[in-house]
Every structure is written in C-alpha cells, then in structure tokens.
C-alpha cells in the first residue's frame, strides 16, 4: 500500500510513455487514469493508517549513495505531514488525470500528455515520502523536469517553449541554494537523513560557519531553495508564465502541487527552522510581501489563467507568513485546503476556455453564465472558498494564518497581518472581477465563439463537482485535527515546535476582530468588484486612466521580466560573446598561434629538418612506438 | 580468474590482433569494407566480454592493485612491464572497452571511404586507451599515454570535417607540447628513485623542494588532456572536425586521462605541492565551469556546444580531486564516468541527426520532435543527464563534489554549482532549437526516426546512464577502498611532515 501509493503513477507513466503508440490514445489513457485510481485508493488508506490511527511509518527501498560516512537511502517516510501530502496529492491528481481525459480529447498526442502527467504525480510523491535532503531533491527537480515538458507541452509555440526554459532555469536557480543548502548540512551533521539531522539540531545550535550561526544560515539557504519552486518574491517570475502549458497541468502543478513543494519543504525542515529566528523572519517578510505583491498584480490582469496563477502565488505568500511565524501546521492546512479550491478553478477556467473555443482574454468572455450553469456554479463555490467566506473551506485556514500572525505579536508578523489583510481584500475583488466578467455582462465575443458556448461533457464535470465537495467541506472537517484541539494527536510529532513555540494555542486566544477581519474584507473587495464591474461599469476605466502609472506598473507586474532580462539575461549573453569571441579565439588562441608563427619563421631560417607536416611527426613518433616494442621482445626472449 | 592468467594484456593487445587481421584481408573494397567492419565490431566486443571479468573478479574490498602482471623489460634501467588495476583504474578500463563497440556500430554507415584503415586506427586505439589505464609503470604508461595521440590524430585527420588539419595540428601539439614537460618530470622521477615502477615509486618520497617544479611539469601535460582552462581550446575545434565517433571517444575516454593522471600521479607521488596548489586549481575549475558554461551559451554549432560543456563538467572533476576528501574523490572519478557515458550519448546524439541532415548548425534544425519522437525521448534524457537531474549518472558526482567543495570553500562550491543553473541554460537553450519548435524547413519533415541500429548504440547508454543515477552503488563501491587509501597516504604524508616541522 505504501509503496503502491507511490509507484503507481509511475507505472502509469511508463506504459502511456512507452507504449503509447502501441496501444492506443484510449487505452493508453485509461490506463494511467486506472493507475492513478489504484494510487488515490493507497494513498487515502496510508492517510488512514499513519494519521487517523497514528503508525508512521519508514521503508527502505535501496541504498542509494555510500561515500565516507555520507549515507543515502532510497526510503519511503510515511507520518503524518507526507500522508496529507501523498493522499492529497494523489486525489487531486487522479480527478485531474480523470478531467484531462475530457479536455485533452482533441489532442495529437494523448499518451504523451497523460505520460507527463503522471511522472510528475510519481516525482511530486517521491518528494514528500522522501526520508533525507537528497531524495527530497531527486523529487525536487523531478517535479521541475515534468513542469518543463508539461509547459513545453505545445512544444510547436514558442511562447510555451520560452515558458517551459524560464520555468526551469528560474527553478534551478533556487535549486542552487537548496544544494548549498544540503550541502551545509552535511557538513554540520555529517549526515543528510531526517531523523538524523532532527535528532542532533540542539547540540548544534552553536555551530557558526564563516561567522554565520550555521542553522540560520542552513535555514536561509534551503528558504531561498523553496522560493524558487514556490514562485515566492523575486524567484516568481515563471509562475504566471508557466500557464502556457495545457489547463490540467495548471491546475495540477501551478496550484495543487509542485508549487507547495516549498511550503513542504520548509514544515518539514521545522526541527531546523525552530532554532533558526531570523531566518524565520525572513521567511515571514518575503511571504507576506509576496502575498501582498502577487495580488495586486492579480487585480489588473486580463488572461483567465493568468488571474488565478498570482492569487496561487499569493496564497503561497499566505503559507510562508504562516510557517514564518511557527505556525506550520497552520500552513499545511492551508496548502491542503487551498489544493482543492485552486484545482478547482483552474479546472473551472479550462471548462470556460473550453466553452469559448480557447479564448482566455476576460475582456472578450461576459454573458455566459446561464450557457454553462454547472461551471459557473464551481467558479462561485472556488472563489468563495479561495476569498474565505465563512463555512468554505478557505476561511478555516485562512483565517487561522491572519491569526496565528497577529498573535505572533511580533513586527514582522504584524507586517504579514497587514500585508495579509490587505491582500485578502484584494484577492476577493480580484476573484469576484474574474467571475463578472467571465460570466455575466453582455457578450464581448463574436457571434461565431457565442454559439459555441457549450457546458463541459461529464468527464470534465465529475472532477469539477468532486472538487468542489472539497472546496466546500475539507475546511469544516478536517480543522479539528489539523489545527483544532486534535492537532497534537494528529500530527503525531511530525512537526516539530519548539518548547518557546507557543502560536498553535495564541493563535485561538486572539481578539474578536482579528477573526472576523478578514470576513469582512472579503465581502468589501466582493462588493468593491460587484460596484466596479456590475453597476458602474466606465468606474474602472477612468480609474485606469487617472492612475496610468500604477496601473502600467501592476499590468506589466511590476516590471520583474524586464529588470531580470537586464540584469541578467543581457549580461550572460554579452560576457558568453566576449568569452568567446575575445577571450577563447583572441586572446587563448592567440598566443598559441603567435607563437606558432614565431618558430615557424625562426624554423624557416635554420633548419630544414622539420617539414612541418605533423604526419611526418606521427610517423616519427610511430617508429618510436615500434622500437620500445622491438625492445620489450628483445628482452623477453633474452629472459627465455 | 587464474592470477597468472595475463588479462590484461589480452584486454590491451587483443584489438591488436584484430587490427592485423583486417590488414591481411584482400579483395574488392567492398567486401574489405564490410569485413573490416565486422571484425573490428567482434574484435571489440569480444574485448569487452572478456573485460568483464574485471567486473566480476575485482575484489572491492582491496586498495591493492590486482590482475597484475609483471615482467622484466629493461632490468637495467629498473623499467618493467607490470600491468594492473586498482579501483580508481578498473571502471576507465570498461569503459573504454564498452565504449568502442558503440563506436565501431555507430560508424557503421557514415563512414564510407578508407574503411579499413578507420577499423583499424579504432583498434589500435582502444589498444592505447586500455593500456594506459592498465600501466603501472611511468614509461609504459608515457608510451600508451602518447600513443592514444596518433590514432586519434588520424581519425580526426583524415575521416573528419572540413577543417580537420587544422584540427588535428592542434590538438596533436598542444597535447604533446605539455607532455613534453612530463617527459622531463618522468625522467627525474627515473633519474633520482631509480625505478618506474609505480607502486615502488608510492614508497619513495619526492624531496619537498623539487615537489613544486613536478607538480607543475604534471600540470602542463594532464591540464591539456583534462582540458583546464585556459587550455581548452583545441578540444572544441578537434570535437567540431572529428567525426562521431571520434568525439565519443575524445570526450568519453581521452579527456579522462589527465584527470587519471592527477589521479595517479600527481596526488600520491607529490602530496606537499598538490595540496599547496590546490587554490590554484580550484580557481582554474571554478573559472573553467562558469566560463565556459557561458561560451557555450552562445555557441552555434550543436557540437562545439556539447565541446565546451565537457570543459565545464571536466571542471567539477578537477575540483573533486583536489578537495582531498573521500567524497570530492569519489565524486570526481563518477563525474568521469559519468560524463564519458553520457556526453559520448550526445555527441552521438548529434551524430544522429548530422548524418541525415550533414549540418552540425543549430539554426540548421527545428521541430525535430515532430518526426522523430523517438530521437527526441532520447535526447531529452541525456540533456537532462547533463543537466545533472538527480536520477540521471552526472547528478551523483555533481552532487558528492558540490558537498565536498563546501567543506574547502563555500565560495569554490557556489562557483562549482553555478553550472547547475548554466548547464540548464545552454543545454536547454540547444534542446529547444534543434527538437522543439515549429517543423519548417521543408528537408527535416521527411526525416526517418532512430534505425534499429541506432537504437542498439544508444541502449547501452541509457541503461547505464539510469543505472549510474538511481544505484550509483555498484560504480562507488568499485573505487571506495582505493580512495580512501589514497587519502590516508595523503594525510599521512603531510602529518610526517608536519611532526618533522614540531
């Protein structure tokens, strides 16, 4: 079942991936889709076994590495914190895979697609079951290269193959500091293994490595790492890009999953993060400005996907103020919660795109609701659960993140409080703009997409209404164990808080108006929208032209693409040409051939002993060869 | 295996063999073509079965070198011919030998003219190659070190591109132009121990004062062969001009000799001046991986490209030896081997596609992926193995030398991993426009997917390249025991020296 769980997918991925062709799209598909069934059925059992009745669990599957006291498994670690993720991971991915077999019907290459899809579900799950640092970012870039391929899906656009490389190279960046990350804690523990490292941070606390405290510096570098799969400030700029590749990836990897590696990442590392305070605010100030950041962005964006990719890169700043203030379970429960809403409206977007014959363009959608009733319908219960309306399942979660910063009483958490409610304000205008304009208004597309306009077969609509059963319940239901007063049992240890660490209880303790805030801003930004693009419709565009400059500033998202491609990106090219071009054939090559010129006159002048002719040198050298031969003969027969 | 049973010199002279008799067939040219052709192929493949017995016999546990053989050669001189494998040797010996018969298959069409003479200067090759890494003595190991020139120097000479003499004048003196220093620091080791013999010489102990002088006589051959930075640049020229098999063979084996030599010579015999010298070779590394990282960036010909990478890749190595710790080493001698296998996989990789298409041009291709899907899947797990995808040969190495690195320098490990991000870059940057893209260029949309005998080539290497990455076990295990003698040998010499200085 463990393992089941796991390699399923994989399974799945090798037989659509090789024997696609052979098989058939149907049946290629299909079995991909059965494969991932068989892994959600593991995967909900394990999240049984380990968390409701408390067994965690580790197997060892190989060894994987052996050098000099560094030692490395293949291991599958099952406790609470990889089982919600495992089964999390492998429900949504299933109703992904079951909705893609809809949409991707009029496809080339079916057996490719789902191929993907699956592969990345196995390396997403090899990343949360991972038992040390080095699976962990096995399944770390796992997850990375099947982004790549499933953004680069369309491998025919270039705009998708420009997404796919900056998706990866932007990755790898942050990559680079999960690496020297790992590298520093092997280098403090001698060991990369979890129940190692975990059981030995206390004796290190005093450790300093080039005059850094070396925990602080081990958690700053492995933050920077999860920037960079988390889209957080600075290392987003792939995030909004990436959803170049087909819906369901979007939904799959820039919403459910890939992008919580880093969230995960962090709660998993929460023995190192505990006794790492400044790094932990950093965490908190880089998540609560992304947070805050992404949704202003979000509010003036005009692509469907692109809308619903900065509130995913919001929601994550959400996470990260979370985990910054020590409330990691708080955090995970928002990443759980928040997969199941964000699925579910990029699943809900791709059902719209689909109903409008792949327009994704706001302004050319309007006057469809009563078209597609059902989307319409899971839209409403996603950006009611996404914007934290009470009874849905963001408010559960969301709510407690606000809270749990405001009770951290601290400056940076305050910081993130305000940030947080700001951005909550926004991300409910934003969703409730995407939902008016999408949806009601007169139509904006030609007569030709209108008559188009078609709800979504019913392989599409079963995942969307099994989702949004999620949206609405997962919240309500699961808060007693996640966060509520069940929360030592479930968790069973598998995150760690330190003994001054008090925020899980502070948080239930805070003032009336910190709880309710966040409702009400929520309703203000719903109604702010329903004025804006219900009743006054011309408000919006004047508001644009009287502030152009702020409304440039957020369109073109504050400028990040360009001020990279000019630190960077121009930079890299000029130095690879000059290296080049100067330095390799001028300058190295040069001396060489100068000096190649100078003893060809001298030899010119002196000897004709030389032809020049290196084949006469070959042959020389050819004699030399044959006469250490003569002489090795020679003396063996001497021996004889 | 009989100890007295001479493997090794049947490993090393048995391609020999095979050489003479393609020499001694007669006929039509087409017929000796094809006969050559499959000689040369038995011959190397039954060089390579008979080479896995190093495989199964080797004892791990040892440091010792085994299979040894040892004769009197020149008694007077104290030169001998002794032959014989430690762990750091054992795995270069397989894979040269596993790597020729994929070269011999993958130059079974594109090489149409003087067949026999290419058969045979393949065969006289690997007999160099294998011999080099099976000498255990300085003499023999110059003449097997030097002979590996000439029939690579003919390869690229004569069946290779248009510019290939040039090529091949640079590569041919730049190579022995340091070795000639080499020649220089040999004869002083003779001169002064009085023997060759390598093992002997571990025990003898190289004045500290002349340490120096030797290292850097060392250097000049072995910084050539690796390539180091600043002098790489005959290999992207030979690399351009030779032909595919001759790049596998280049960048699979030949530049693997001077990371050996280092190996073998430079860290045991001269631990002072290795060690006070080590700076230096980490910022040559360090400069070789980002700059050349970068050239290669900008690079318009898919092999110069591919050239340029290895001179990065050959950075992490020489990075990994000179961190003096068990996991560097280690991590250095995988990057070896996992950079032959997989940078030989692209550069046939590009053979694939030169053949069909005769244009090593990127801007040649394009949409690619559309008729050849097969090619593509292929490409794509050797790009990513060069990426250094964890699961992938290269990720272990990268890994092991990065952790090392950091225990010597951040600064040298966060220049050392710099490639990771680079790497991605340029090999991406290729990938995406020789197979992604939109397929226009009316020649390409009638090409023809792997043939069944490129896929015989390839297979090896994809099983191997997996293999390496996700049970890297069965490699490491191999040279563990040798490593760590290497690096008590190490530390013991410079503690001797430090009690001496109390």
Known sequence: MFVGAIFFPLLGAFISGFFGRLLGDKVAQWTTVLCMVLAAVCGVSAFMQVAMGGHPETIVLLRWMDVGGLQVNWALRYDTLSVVMVAMVTFISTLIHLYSVGYMSHDHTIPRFFAYLSLFTFMMLMLVTADNLAQLFFGWEGVGLASYLLIGYWYEKDSANKAAMKAFIVNRVGDLFFMLGLALTFLTFGSIEFPVIFAAVAQHTNDTYLGINSIELIGVLLFLGACGKSAQLGLHTWLPDAMEGPTPVSALIHAATMVTAGVFLMARMSPIMEYAPTALMIVTVVGASTALFAATIGCVQNDIKRIIAYSTCSQLGYMFFAIGVGAYQVAIFHLFTHAFFKALLFLGAGSVIHAMSDEQDIRKMGGIWTKIPVTYLVMWIGNLALAGIPLFAGYYSKDAILEAAFAAHSGVGTYAFVCGIIAAFLTAFYSWRLLFLTFHGKPRADHHTMEHVHESPAVMLVPLLLLSVGAVLTGYVFAPYFIGELEHDFWHGAIFNGAHNHIMHAMHEVPEWVALAPTVVGVAGIALAFVFYMLAPALPRALANGLRPIYLFLLNKWYFDELYDFLFVRPAMWLARVFWKVGDAKLIDGMPNGAAALAADVGRGAVRLQTGRVANYAFVMLIGVVIFVSLFLYSLFKGA | ?502
């Not at chain 2, 290419?118 to 002979?147: K, N, R």
């Not at chain 2, 860290?267 to 910022?283: G, H, N, Q, R, T």
């Not at chain 2, 940078?343 to 030169?354: D, H, T």
């Not at chain 2, 790009?383 to 010597?408: D, Q, R």
Request: charge should be neutral; aromatic fraction near 14%.
């Open chain 2, 1 to 502: 295996m009989n100890p007295g049973f001479p493997l090794l010199s049947l490993l090393t002279f048995l391609p020999l063999v095979g050489a003479a008799i393609i020499l001694s067939v007669r006929g039509e040219e087409k017929v000796v073509a094809q006969n050559a052709r499959w000689t040369a192929l038995w011959t190397s493949i039954i060089v390579f079965l008979l080479s896995l017995a190093l495989w199964f016999g080797f004892d791990k546990s040892s440091a010792e070198f085994q299979f040894t053989e040892e004769v009197d050669w020149l008694p007077d001189f104290g030169i001998g011919y002794h032959m014989g494998v430690d762990g750091i040797s054992v795995l270069f010996v397989l894979l040269s030998t596993a790597l020729t018969p994929l070269c011999i298959l993958a130059s079974w069409e594109s090489i149409g003219t003087r067949v026999r003479e290419y058969m045979i200067s393949f065969l006289v090759l690997e007999t160099m190659m294998v011999g080099m890494f099976c000498a255990l003595d300085l003499v023999l190991f110059y003449v097997f070190f030097e002979g590996v020139l000439i029939p690579m120097f003919l390869i690229i000479g004569v069946w290779g591109g248009p510019r290939r003499v040039y090529a091949a004048m640079k590569f041919f003196l730049y190579t022995l132009a340091g070795s000639v220093l080499m020649l220089l620091a040999i004869l002083w080791l003779w001169y002064n121990a009085g023997t060759t013999d390598i093992p002997e010489l571990f025990a003898y102990e190289v004045p500290r004062a002349v340490q120096g002088l030797l290292f850097f006589a060392f250097l000049a051959s072995f910084a050539v062969k690796v390539p180091m930075w600043p002098v790489h640049t005959w290999l992207p020229d030979a690399h351009v001009e030779a032909p595919t098999a001759g790049s596998v063979i280049l960048a699979g084996v030949l530049l693997k000799m001077g990371a050996y030599g280092f190996l073998r010579f430079s860290v045991p015999l001269l631990p002072f001046a290795s060690a006070e010298y080590a700076p230096l070779i980490f910022a040559l590394s360090v400069v070789a991986v980002v700059y050349t990282s970068l050239v290669a960036l900008a690079q318009q010909d898919m092999k110069k490209l591919i050239a340029y990478s290895s001179v990065a890749h050959m950075g992490i190595v020489t990075l990994g030896i000179f961190t003096f710790t068990p996991q560097g080493l280690s991590g250095a001698i995988f990057t070896m081997l996992a950079h032959g296998v997989v940078s030989g996989a692209l550069f046939l990789c590009v053979g694939v596609v030169y053949d069909r298409v005769h244009s090593r041009e990127i801007a040649r291709y394009g949409g690619v992926a559309k008729v050849m899907p097969g090619y593509a899947v292929l490409f794509m797990l050797f790009t990513m193995a060069s990426i250094g995808l964890p699961g992938t040969a290269n990720f272990v190495g990268e890994f092991l030398v990065i952790i090392a690195a950091w225990k010597v320098n951040p600064w040298v490990a966060a220049g050392g991993a710099s490639g990771m991000i680079l790497g991605a870059c340029y090999m991406l940057y290729l990938y995406r426009r020789v197979v992604f893209g939109k397929l226009e260029k009316p020649d390409l949309k009638v090409l023809a997917d792997l043939s069944a005998r490129e896929y015989v080539v390839f297979a090896p290497l994809v099983v191997l390249t997996i293999w390496m990455g996700i049970y890297p076990s069965s490699f490491l295990s191999f040279f563990e025991a040798s490593v760590a003698a290497l690096l008590a040998r190490h530390e013991a010499a410079l503690n001797v020296a430090k009690l001496a200085g109390m």
